[in-house]
């Protein structure tokens, strides 16, 4: 059995989690709140000012309780996972198991990251439900669409577009005369896509003052959808901002591995019925020349 632990991304967020868990692990909690510089528990149990759909404090506060559910399933289970899977956001909770950086550091570069993004305004971001990355490609060759990025490749049938807010409704309009669901997003960004650019050098320059350690646990990079390579860790973060997350790639690399067990480490449980959808499309049998 080869147990992997998935850790969510933003979206994964919502008012009353870590409710079970702060208690549970209070030094790392009030750890965070030092160096954030509030209560994450008020933000993430009574969210007042609603500031837990605010980029700049949904990130610390997703991957403080990812990391605090991580150590929830270690204790449970008497065991480290074989391997780890984060989306988005969730590949700094999945480096933190990894060992790759302290708890400290993971969350002052999750702070910086949401406090660059909520800073970077303009566009949004598509869902689109139904067709695969080709038939994607088809209909914006048919649009003449060159100012939409494929951004999140979740399923081979879910795919999220970032881009102009203009452009992604008359390409949602374009799907549904097709016969697809397209479902905007609540975001006023386009993540992961070429919009990211100037916010991405910021984070370059921030990121380049930490040093990493080897992994102690094989980790799938967003950016490569296969294992990080040691000396990969800034660059691969980096990338990651202005490149699309290839989830499917991701799990379905995973899904090669002997009796493959998932454990998600939110119980949003979005993750997991990704996996299963990805389960029902195999990759093809490998043949020898």
């Avoid at 610390?60 to 289970?77: E, G, I, S, W």
């Avoid at 002052?108 to 305004?121: N, V």
């Avoid at 989830?247 to 899904?255: A, D, K, P, R």
């Amino acid at each position: 059995m080869t147990l992997i632990f998935l850790a969510p991304g933003q979206g994964a967020q919502e008012r009353g989690m870590g409710a079970d868990l702060f208690d549970a692990y209070p030094t790392l909690v009030d750890e965070a709140e030092s160096i954030l510089g509030y209560s994450l528990r008020n933000l993430c149990l009574q969210d007042p000012d609603n500031r837990l759909s605010n980029t700049a404090y949904t990130q610390p506060a997703l991957y403080t309780v990812t990391v605090l559910n991580y150590l929830k399933q270690r204790d449970q289970l008497g065991r480290e996972p074989d391997f780890v899977a984060g989306h988005s956001l969730g590949e700094y909770s999945a480096l933190f198991i990894a060992e790759a950086f302290s708890f400290a550091d993971g969350l002052r570069l999750t702070q910086k990251r949401g406090e660059l993004m909520a800073a970077t305004q303009g566009g949004g971001m598509l869902a689109v439900i139904g067709p695969n990355r080709a038939e994607i490609e088809t209909i914006f060759k048919e649009a003449g669409m060159e100012s939409v990025d494929i951004a999140n490749l979740n399923t081979p049938s879910q795919t999220v577009l970032s881009g102009p807010e203009n452009d992604l409704q008359f390409l949602g309009a374009l799907f549904e005369r097709h016969g697809h669901r397209a479902v905007p997003l609540n975001v006023n960004t386009a993540f992961h896509s070429r919009y990211m650019a100037a916010m991405k050098s910021a984070f370059a320059a921030f990121i380049a003052d930490f040093a990493f350690s080897p992994l102690m646990v094989p980790v799938i990079s967003n950016f490569t959808a296969l294992p990080y390579r040691d000396g990969e860790i800034a660059n691969n973060l980096v990338q990651q901002l202005d490149h699309g997350v290839r989830w499917t790639e991701s799990i379905q690399y995973l899904l090669q591995e002997d009796d493959p067990q998932f454990v998600e480490l939110s119980s949003r449980n979005i993750l997991l019925r990704m996996v299963e959808e990805i389960q029902r499309h195999p990759l093809p049998l490998k043949t020898s020349a």
